[in-house]
Each structure stands twice: as C-alpha cells, then as structure tokens.
C-alpha cells in the first residue's frame, strides 16, 4: 500500500466562476478563474497578482465553498503531522520511564489522561470532518479534486497504524481452495454482522472466476479479498503465523483498490468500510478501528439510514431490509468498539429509528415451492438479531450512566438494576437454533456489559454491597466462560482483538472488587438485595454459594484470567496488559491462598 505523507493542497478549478480576478476585470478580458491563479494572469506572468487566490467571495458561492474545503483540509494536515509527533513523543517517554525513577507515578497518570483527553477531542473534530469531506468533497464538480486529496486517503492516513507489507503477485487462488473461507466467514462474521448482500458476494465471487475476471468490477475483488483475509484472521492464534500472513497478503492487494471503493454517498461505500473495520478488531497492528467506525457511522447517518423511509415511495422489500442491515450492523459495531475503549458512541439511540431486519429462514426442499419469490440459500440471522437487542440494552444504559451530558444522577442502582434484568431476561430467551460456541460468545458480551454497567465513574467504593457481590459473581463467570477461547470449537465464533481490552478490565474490576471489599464478603457475609424502588424490578438474584466456596471461586476467577489473557496477548501481540495484571494479583493470589489454607 502506498504510503500516505503531507498533504498537497490540490489544484482547484471550479466548473463555472463566479466572477472574475481584478486583473482581467480591468482588462475587460475572459477569466476562466482557475486556482489559485487564472490562465491569463499565469500566461502575463502576474500569477501572484492575480486575486482568485486570496479574493473573498459571497457566502454560498462555489469558491468560497472551495476556500472553506481547503483550510479544513489544513486544519487536517496540521493535526495528523501533531498526532503522529505526540505518538512518537509518548513512545520516547515510554522508554524513559522504563530506565529512571525520576518521574513519579501519579504525575505520569495525570500526563496520561490528560493526553488522552486531548487526543480524544482532536479525533471528535476529525469525525467531524470527515463527515463534512465526505458530503461535500463530491456534492459538485471539480476538476483535478480527487488526483490529489480524496475520502479514501483521509480515511487511510487517520486509520493506519502500521504500514502493510508490500505485494507483488496479485492472482487469486484457486475457488476449491477459498470456498472453505467464504463459508467459515458466512457461518461466524456473517451471521452477527450482515451488512453485505449473500447472494451479490456469491455472485462477486462468480464474477472473479468467470472468463479470468474480465466483469469483475472493484468492488467485487475488494468484497472478497477482504472477506478471504477476515476469515484467515479469525483463524490465525499467533501473529505471525500463516493465517495471519495469508490474511495480509489479501488485505494488502485489496487496498490497492482503495481508491476506487472508499467513496462516500452510496451503501457500497459503507459496506466496504465496514469489512474493513472487520479486519481491523482482527488485525489492530495494522489498522485502528475505532477510527474507521466513526467514519462509517458518519458516512451512514449522512446517507439517512439512521431513520426508516417515510416517503411515498417505499423501498422494494429486500432494498429497505439492505438498508436495515447495514444500519444495525453500524450500530452494533460502534457500541461494540466503544464500549471496550469506553469512549462515547459516534451518534445517540435518539437519532436512531429503524426497525430490525427481516429473519430469513434457513432454505429446505419443502419451501422452495411454497414461496417462490422470496431467495434461497440464505442464513438465517437469530444471532444478528440477538446481538442487535443486546447492544440496544447495553447503549441505553452505557449513555444514561457513562455519557450523559445532564444534571448528575440521584440513583443511579435504579438505572443498573433494571438494565441488569433485562439483559439477563433476553439472555433466557436465547433461540435454541443458535449454535453452542455462538452462545458463549453472547453470554461473554452480556458478562462484559454487566460488569461495565456495574463500574460507574469514580471509586469502586461508591457501589453498594450487592452491587459489588454481582460484579464479583460475573467476573467469575466472564472468567469460566472465556478461559476456553484457544479451544478449538471456540474458532467458530467472532472472537477479536477487543477481547483483551474487554478482559482486562473485567481482570481490573476484578482485583479491586478483591481489594476494597475483600474482608467481610471473603468471609461469607452475602449482602442483601436492596429494595427496588417504585415501578422498578428486583435486581439480580445471587448464586447460592457456600462459605467455603467463595475463596476457591476468586482464587479460580484469577488463574483463568491469567489464562485467558494470556492466549490473547499471545494471539494479538499484545502483552501489556497480561503483565500487568500478573504484577498486580501477585499479592492478591497470595493473600486468597492464605486464607484458604488456614480455613483447611
């Protein structure tokens, strides 16, 4: 892939001026006001003179349309060269920190989270333009635009964390010897995310194989070519291995195409950033997908998905359902990756009002007759829409109690009670067709959001007794449900890079729940539930554990932690967060232990 340096300011020129420069005002000559200087200035040799460069036009017109894109495009350029600086900066004070002692602990926290802070609202004011690009950069005609600046390549160089490796053979594989991937990707990503069309990618895949691909159009090589190197990803275990490079080889020859594919104002444009923002949760060295679903859930709301059509005229049926699809699969992936960050989402539930997509049944014999018109072969989606209620939960109580921008909540258990019954009341009502590793997957997100609804801001002190006695006996489970994910029936299920952030702060949660609470719950005193208030439910209910129990449970809960940490740095090259947690629950191991052997 190419590299993606310091923006050149494009060469503009706009279909039809507005008036003309000074210059040939005077003369009472043609001005054809090309920027930044017309062709009879440029040809007299008065390219500086010439005032189409600097001339301030009336609000609304083209070139003061075009003077607002260039210094947003500045503004760009300026941000990524100071972003890209205080990344290497960080990088350097690392290492510095490793060596000295110097700095003290606290004030590295506080540099820390004001540098997040900051970087945080400079990728707010990106989105932000990107948005604007996005709509406006194609909403007229300019000549020279996208040779030189272009959606595709500001998406790139904010997304980009690594460069890919370069490529030189470009064929595709044999089909006999993909026909596996594409079916592993239906059956695992495809059936929580089904954004794509099933029978357009079957027929990109007809289209690539058919007269050497001489109808293959762009989009069909970037549809496959990313869908091969997901499914390649969700199977590799180590970076490194050969699903791994196999899977950045198809990525890479993908990109190249990049340009002709990432183009906004269309549902193409959309999808094909979406199955980016697939790889990327696989491969995070690579790409930064907190950034690329931004930028699609920008891309979808200027599009107007975010609201079903009320037009006269309606959608065709399987048009309105694409455009259902996708919208859920924005939503569903935006809270998904937020929530692991704990960042706020890229738009509110409020702006939201689309209903669920329709549920295809699985194809059988006996249907094909009985209904004629409606397509064949296609999955059913009990799981997408399963995952889509369960984000709906989650993102109504993550913003009331995380992300509200009002008056600080009087109570806010209410709030994590009634959240924590519904979910676990969806989680009862799961369909029996949905397959046993799918299952654990969805029981692992419901553990992870209950946990997080359960860590308000600020000390873990403030959480009440029962509070804390939940969040203890979800870290458990959380714990005995993902120490499995290196097993092999666990490959058929969309486990991601995200994992480990969510693990890590269920590891975190965890071992303060151990240190401020430790002493009378460790002991055996279960705290009761408190009394819901008027027109809420009962919280929760807690397992009915023994005494003797408890010790041996949070002693489990942290060696399948470290387990479970420690497969996933492996797999993602990431192992910061499993030696921190093996530095921090030294003591606390040791403690536990203690304790149980003088009960024995």
């Keep these: 892939m190419a590299s993606f340096g310091k923006f050149e300011t494009p060469l503009l020129r706009v279909s039809r001026p507005v008036s003309a420069c000074s210059k040939c005002r005077s003369a009472k000559i043609k001005c054809d006001g090309k920027l930044p200087a017309c062709t009879a200035c440029e040809r007299s040799g008065r390219r500086a003179e010439c005032s189409s460069a600097n001339d301030q036009f009336a609000k609304g ?68 333009d990107f948005g604007f690009l996005s709509v406006n950069a194609t909403a007229r005609d300019f000549h020279g635009f996208t040779k030189q600046m272009s959606f595709a390549r500001l998406v790139l160089s904010t997304s980009s964390v690594e460069e890919m490796p370069k490529v030189r053979v470009h064929d595709f594989p044999q089909r006999y010897a993909i026909t596996h991937l594409i079916h592993h990707y239906l059956e695992n990503v495809y059936v929580l995310y089904p954004f794509l069309s099933e029978t357009k990618l079957f027929a990109s895949l007809d289209a690539l194989y058919q007269d050497s691909g001489r109808y293959a159009k762009s989009i069909d090589r970037w549809t496959v070519r990313l869908v091969i ?26 990109l190249e195409g990049v340009e002709t594919v990432l183009q906004p104002g269309s549902i193409i444009g ?165 397959r046993k590793p799918m299952k654990k997957l969805l029981r692992s997100e419901l553990l992870f959001g209950s946990i997080l609804i359960l860590s308000p801001p600020g000390p873990s002190s ?60 460790l002991d055996g005193a279960i705290p009761e539930a408190p009394t819901p208030g008027s027109g809420s439910v009962l919280p929760p209910s807690l397992p009915n554990w023994k005494t003797d ?3 041996s449970k949070a002693i489990s809960c942290l060696d399948r932690l470290d387990k479970t940490l420690e497969h996933l740095s492996i797999r993602y090259d990431y192992p910061e967060p499993w030696q921190e947690f093996k530095d921090d629950s030294k003591m606390l191991k040791e403690m536990l232990l203690r304790r149980r052997d003088i009960r024995n």
């Design 549 to 551: 129990e408890i010790v």
């Design 270 to 434: 959309i999808q094909a950033i979406l199955l980016l923002v697939l790889y990327a949760m696989l491969d995070p060295h690579h790409f930064n997908s907190w950034y690329l679903i931004g930028v699609a859930s920008r891309a979808m709301v200027d599009l107007g998905l975010h609201q079903d059509s009320t037009s006269p005229r309606q959608l065709s049926g399987p048009e309105a359902d694409l455009r259902r699809r996708v919208y859920h699969s924005v939503y569903t992936l935006d809270r998904t990756i937020s929530m692991a960050h704990r960042r706020a989402f890229s738009f509110t539930d409020d702006s939201g009002n689309v209903a669920f997509p329709s549920n295809q049944k699985p194809f059988s014999i006996s249907s094909v007759f009985a209904r004629e018109q409606e397509p064949v072969f296609l999955r059913a989606l009990d799981p997408a829409i399963q995952l889509f209620q369960l984000r709906q939960l989650q993102s109504s109580a993550y913003q009331k109690l995380f992300k509200s921008c009002h008056q600080k909540i009087k109570d806010p258990w209410q709030i994590m009670s009634d959240s924590l019954r519904e979910m676990h009341l969806w989680m009862a009502r799961l369909p029996n067709v949905i």
């Design 462 to 521: 403030s959480l009440q007794s029962y509070g804390k006695a939940l969040l203890f006996s979800y870290a458990c489970e959380f714990a005995d449900t993902m120490s499995s994910i290196n097993g092999d029936e666990e490959k058929f299920a969309f486990y991601n890079s995200h994992d480990i952030l969510r693990a890590s702060f269920v590891a975190g949660r965890f071992l303060a729940i151990l240190r401020d609470g430790s002493g009378q719950f």
């Design 61 to 128: 017109k083209e070139r003061s349309y075009v003077a607002s894109l260039e210094s947003r495009v500045e503004r760009l350029d300026k941000q990524i060269s100071q972003a890209k600086g205080r990344r290497s900066s960080v990088r350097m004070l690392d290492v510095d920190s490793g060596e000295s002692s110097l700095a003290p602990a606290a004030h590295s926290s506080i540099i820390n989270r004001a540098n997040e802070r900051k970087e945080a609202s400079i990728v707010d004011d990106l989105v932000s």
């Design 229 to 254: 190197a997901i499914a390649l990803a969700s199977l590799s275990r180590r970076r490194g291995d050969a699903q791994y490079q196999d899977a950045a080889y198809h990525a890479a020859v993908a």
